[in-house]
Nanobody, 126 residues
Framework: QVQLVESGGGLVQAGGSLRLSCTAS????????MGWFRQPPGKEREFVAT????????GYADSVKGRFTVSSDSAKNTVYLQMNSLKPEDTAVYYC???????????????????WGQGTQVTVSS
């Protein structure tokens, strides 16, 4: 079992920045792939970013590419999502997720992930 806890959400003005953290506990193998997803108000959950903790390969949704950066600190069992140049349409509940993965593999589909955090709210005001 893996437990995931997100933090770092909040209210920010458009153009501002936030850094989300996702700390894992339990079976935290280095071969886990981590993903960030978000669910805007009234919409379905969507992919944001992913990182393979062994090798560091990353992937991003087109809507956040160039603005968001995903990174991993293995010593702290923590994955980060640095969000810059935030827009009102980035308002959502942000979730982190994890699953085992081979070296270099990343996953963009919600159903491909096994473990999920409880989510953290990000609100961007215009």
């Amino acid at each position: 079992q893996v437990q995931l806890v997100e933090s770092g959400g909040g209210l920010v003005q458009a153009g501002g920045s936030l850094r989300l953290s996702c700390t894992a506990s339990g079976r935290t193998f280095s071969s886990y792939v981590m993903g960030w997803f978000r669910q805007p108000p009234g919409k379905e959950r969507e992919f944001v970013a992913t990182i393979n903790r062994s090798g560091g390969r990353t992937g991003y949704a087109d809507s956040v590419k160039g603005r968001f950066t995903v990174s991993s600190d293995s010593a702290k069992n923590t994955v980060y999502l640095q969000m810059n140049s935030l827009k009102p349409e980035d308002t959502a509940v942000y979730y982190c997720a994890s699953r085992l993965g081979l070296y270099g593999s990343v996953f963009r589909v919600e159903s491909q992930y096994e473990y999920w955090g409880q989510g953290t709210q990000v609100t961007v005001s215009s």
